[in-house]
């Protein structure tokens, strides 16, 4: 049975970080995602990883911010999110797709997690 399952959101001050992780059982995948939705808002693109990690994708609202990576022995990716800022607020979501193209939509992956809150004060 394939699973993706998120961790490391919670609460933080604006400027803070936090690390999400995204551990995948059941199978290897070529092409994680990041995605998130806030309260009232469409879900969105965060971030994209493919193959070994050395082709990285970030939304504008994010790059310089946050990073995305892989761990392919551990078979879990990981979203690094540093100067966070209220707006980042959201379930974040990570997602994966057998394949390499295509990876910006949520229905361009084949399994998903089931999210996890991250919230940003002032």
């Known amino acids: 049975q394939v699973q993706l399952v998120e961790s490391g959101g919670g609460s933080v001050q604006a400027g803070g970080s936090l690390r999400l992780s995204c551990a995948a059982s059941g199978r290897t995948f070529s092409t994680y995602g990041w995605f998130r939705q806030a309260p009232g808002k469409d879900r969105e693109f965060v971030a994209s990883?493919?193959?070994?990690?050395?082709?990285?994708y970030y939304t504008d609202s994010v790059k310089g911010r946050f990073t995305i990576s892989r761990d392919n022995a551990k078979n879990t990716a990981y979203l690094q999110m540093n100067s966070l800022k209220p707006e980042d607020t959201a379930v974040y979501y990570c997602a994966a797709k057998i394949g390499s193209t295509d990876h910006y939509r949520w229905a361009d992956y084949n399994y998903w997690g089931q999210g996890t809150q991250v919230t940003v004060s002032s």
């Open positions: 990883i493919r193959g070994s990690g050395a082709s990285t």
